[in-house]
């Protein structure tokens, strides 16, 4: 049975519940986001498995998660991202921001999301578990997907990209 970490709204950790039951009763819980990027500067994309408990064969970044303690959030993820795609690389954690997204199964994701950034080029395996699919994509072939297409992506996907882009026009000195 897996945890997550409630917490308030400025991400102090309240307690501890299960999983499913968070999403049920939609109560606020942290996770975090993973954005890596290729040395062209496209993003990896993973289009989720169709078993997933939500938004099965929706695209999304490389991986997310729940981290299941507040010991060491960059570790946890880059365990995660290893489990979910087959590699791990130095990330980042870049910002975080709140969403509140209700499904049609009656789940609803209240997460506090911390946005994790990393760069890799080598080779992705990801779980057939975990991903259907995956690829690497331009800044711009994902505005223009994102405005075709938006049923295709992940709700937390099209809250997070823009605040990816205002974050790294900003951090580029």
Same mark, same amino acid.
């Given at each position: 049975? &897996?945890?997550?970490?409630?917490?308030?709204?400025?991400? +102090?950790?309240?307690?501890?519940?299960?999983?499913?039951?968070?999403?049920?009763?939609?109560?606020?819980?942290?996770?975090?986001?993973?954005?890596?990027?290729?040395?062209?500067? &496209? *993003?990896?994309?993973?289009?989720?498995?169709?078993?997933?408990?939500?938004?099965?064969?929706?695209?999304?970044?490389? /991986? /997310?998660?729940?981290?299941?303690?507040? *010991?060491?959030?960059?570790?946890?993820?880059?365990?995660?991202?290893?489990?979910?795609?087959?590699?791990?690389?130095?990330?980042?954690?870049?910002?975080?921001?709140?969403?509140?997204?209700?499904?049609?199964?009656?789940?609803?994701?209240?997460?506090?999301?911390? +946005?994790?950034?990393?760069?890799?080029?080598?080779?992705?395996?990801?779980?057939?578990?975990?991903?259907?699919?995956? /690829?690497?994509?331009?800044?711009?072939?994902?505005?223009?997907?994102?405005?075709?297409?938006?049923?295709?992506? /992940?709700?937390?996907?099209?809250?997070?990209?823009?605040?990816?882009?205002?974050?790294?026009?900003?951090?580029?000195?």
């Amino acid at each position: 049975m &897996q945890q997550v970490i409630l917490v308030n709204e400025n991400d +102090v950790a309240i307690g501890m519940m299960d999983k499913m039951e968070a999403h049920q009763k939609g109560l606020l819980h942290r996770a975090f986001s993973i954005f890596i990027f290729n040395k062209k500067g &496209q *993003l990896l994309l993973q289009q989720r498995a169709l078993t997933k408990y939500h938004s099965g064969g929706l695209w999304a970044n490389a /991986c /997310c998660g729940h981290p299941q303690t507040n *010991l060491n959030m960059l570790d946890e993820a880059s365990q995660r991202l290893q489990e979910e795609m087959g590699f791990t690389t130095p990330l980042i954690n870049a910002f975080s921001f709140t969403y509140n997204t209700h499904f049609s199964n009656g789940l609803t994701e209240h997460e506090y999301d911390h +946005v994790l950034i990393g760069k890799y080029d080598g080779v992705v395996m990801p779980s057939e578990k975990e991903v259907k699919d995956y /690829c690497f994509m331009s800044v711009n072939q994902i505005n223009a997907a994102l405005q075709l297409s938006p049923q295709k992506y /992940c709700s937390w996907f099209k809250i997070a990209f823009p605040k990816l882009l205002d974050y790294l026009a900003t951090s580029r000195q």
